[in-house]
């Protein structure tokens, strides 16, 4: 079980960090993988823009910090795989607490 999460955790991370090579030419800060496909291709959460880029939510820089502005994506698109800000990936506890903040069990998230 530990073995299948940790190959899915690092699985998202190389399909994130491809994305986020991609994004982060296109001038985007957060690159953010939604464990469902969104509803709608832009979305808005507090002052921040949100669109779909190959499969990712892509946002330029707000003025909350990277954490919150993680937890708000999460509770908006219902959990998240995988969080980037300015070229940095949120790691396994970090996402697990942006999305518990969320409503979203860790647990939930394994079995995506």
């Known amino acids: 079980m530990l073995r299948a999460v940790i190959s899915a955790i690092v699985a998202s991370a190389a399909t994130l960090a491809a994305a986020g090579v ?3 030419s296109t001038g985007a ?4 993988t939604p464990a469902a ?3 709608k291709a832009r979305l808005i959460t507090r ?5 779909v880029q ?3 939510l892509v946002a330029s820089r707000a003025p909350e ?3 919150i ?3 708000l994506l999460a509770r908006d698109v219902g959990g998240l795989t995988a969080f980037t800000a300015g070229g940095k990936t949120f790691d396994a506890a970090q996402l697990n607490a942006c ?3 969320a409503g979203i069990a860790a647990q939930a998230m394994a079995n995506n």
Do not use: E, F, I, M
């Open 37 to 39: 496909a969104p509803a």
């Open 99 to 101: 999305n518990a903040k």
């Open 47 to 51: 002052s921040t823009a949100w669109h």
């Open 22 to 24: 991609q994004a982060q």
């Open 65 to 67: 910090r990277d954490a």
């Open 54 to 56: 190959n499969g990712a």
């Open 29 to 32: 800060y957060y690159v953010a």
């Open 69 to 71: 502005l993680c937890q």
